[in-house]
């Protein structure tokens, strides 16, 4: 538990269910408060909200699609209305589309640019508006993935938008590091949420990633969650510019672990 977290506001993009969602909750458990997003699911960000209050916390839906550039500056002042304050501002909204790329789509190139990658700049940009305006020492953290630095074969519009995540990560952490706002990503493995479900719930693709994981299992929102509280926690107070990655070791080169 971090309790410096207590009483502050947290926006989470993309958060009626998966990743987010765990996100989310995990902040309402540390005591702060929680302006939940989300696009099309209404109803599942409700449940959320109702999650974040059973834990004692406040929450309050709000929808937006992250791709467009009113949504961000939306959230910052759906929390500046419902908690009087914004502390931490978490990316998270991400889709995947697979396809080869000789046979991928301008529409879904773009589509996945727009929501993974200027979508992050756009929430970003609107969140350091505040705390550079109010002097806030903020956190922003970026839900990136192993594929910041993995290819990914039939996913390059969503390799190219993590490994810009990356970058921007990167530079935006170097930039206002000297204003004390702490920019960080997470580099999330393979975790059960609906974003894989097809693929967990069939057994031969389970075990081809299994085998690609050096702990031997997916792993849980939660996980990603207890990194996102600490990033954003006085415990990481001296942390900016890092990806953490979350992800039973993937990104160590597996296939080495039986050559040798
Ligand atoms: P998910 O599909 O369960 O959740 C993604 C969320 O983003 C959903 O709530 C969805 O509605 C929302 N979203 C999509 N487009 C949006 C838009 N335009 N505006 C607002 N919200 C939008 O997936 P998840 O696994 O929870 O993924 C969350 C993040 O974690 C993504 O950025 C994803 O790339 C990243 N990630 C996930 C994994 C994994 O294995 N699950 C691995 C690495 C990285």
Redesign the pocket.
């Known amino acids: 538990m971090y309790p410096d977290l207590q009483g502050k506001a947290v926006v989470v ?9 765990a996100i989310a909750l995990r902040f309402a458990r540390e005591g702060a408060n929680v302006v939940v ?5 209404a109803q ?1 960000a409700e449940a959320v909200v109702a999650q974040i209050e059973a834990a004692g916390a406040k929450g309050v839906a709000v929808q ?5 550039e009113a ?1 961000a500056t939306g959230l910052v002042q759906a929390a500046l209305d419902a908690f009087g304050r914004l502390d931490v501002w978490v ?6 589309i697979p396809a080869h790329t000789h046979e991928m789509t301008l529409e879904n190139w773009q589509k996945i640019i ?3 990658l200027t ?1 992050y700049f756009l929430g970003a940009r609107a969140a350091l508006q505040h705390f550079v305006a109010k002097g806030i020492k903020g956190s922003i953290i970026n ?5 910041e630095q993995i290819p990914w074969p039939r996913f390059a519009h ?1 390799a190219a938008s ?1 490994g810009g995540v990356k970058l921007l990560n990167e530079t935006m952490a170097m930039e206002y590091a000297p204003q004390g706002i702490r920019v960080n990503a997470i ?10 479900k097809e693929k967990m719930n069939d057994p031969a693709q389970k075990a081809a990633l299994e085998a690609i994981i050096p702990m031997g299992f ?2 849980e ?1 939660e996980t ?1 969650a207890a990194a996102a509280a600490w990033l954003a926690s006085d415990q990481a107070s001296y942390v900016t510019g890092i990806t953490l990655f979350v992800d039973g070791g993937m990104t160590l080169y597996p296939a080495f672990m039986n050559n040798g």
């Open positions: 993009t993309g958060s009626s269910k998966g990743i987010g969602a997003n989300y696009n099309g699911d599942g937006g699609d992250m791709s467009k949504s990316n998270n909204a991400g889709l995947e727009d929501v993974n979508g839900m990136s993935s192993v594929h969503y993590k580099g999330p493995g393979a975790i059960n949420t609906p974003i894989n997916a792993g929102p990603i």
